[in-house]
């Protein structure tokens, strides 16, 4: 897979807290999409700060967003696309599927003081 499917959803798991990515639609590296969490919140993909919205860098299988939870906390995204065009593995079973596709990487919490950065990646479940 050599970029993020345009309309597709993925189950992503952000330091151990579940959710659900959604993307909308993909154009010129302008990603629009929602992302949603364990407590059922639902909230557009945000821009990372210097952009005027979530991105994908084509070359670099880049994907760049942010949210901003319910108490004020911004959290900044920044994930890769896995390099291999197949399942990640027969063995691995998500909602019962099989993953397409991985996206993983790390985010910031601005509230969160004892630690600079979290691990999150995410699991392409369906197309279209």
Not at 12 to 26: A, Y
Not at 88 to 94: G, H, T
């Amino acid at each position: 897979m050599d970029s993020i499917p345009g309309v597709s959803m993925w189950a992503i798991f952000m330091n151990g807290v579940r959710g659900h990515l959604t993307i909308e639609s993909l154009s010129n590296g302008v990603v629009i999409g929602t992302i949603g969490d364990s407590e059922n919140v639902t909230q557009p993909l945000e821009p990372v700060s210097g952009a005027t919205t979530p991105t994908w860098k084509q070359n670099a299988k880049q994907f760049q967003f942010a949210r901003t939870l319910q108490d004020g906390e911004v959290q900044t995204f920044t994930g890769y696309l896995d390099d291999f065009d197949a399942a990640v593995s027969d063995d691995v079973r998500v909602d019962g599927q099989t993953p397409r596709a991985t996206l993983a990487g790390t985010f910031t919490a601005s509230r969160y003081e004892d630690r600079a950065e979290f691990g999150w990646f995410a699991f392409l479940l369906r197309l279209g």
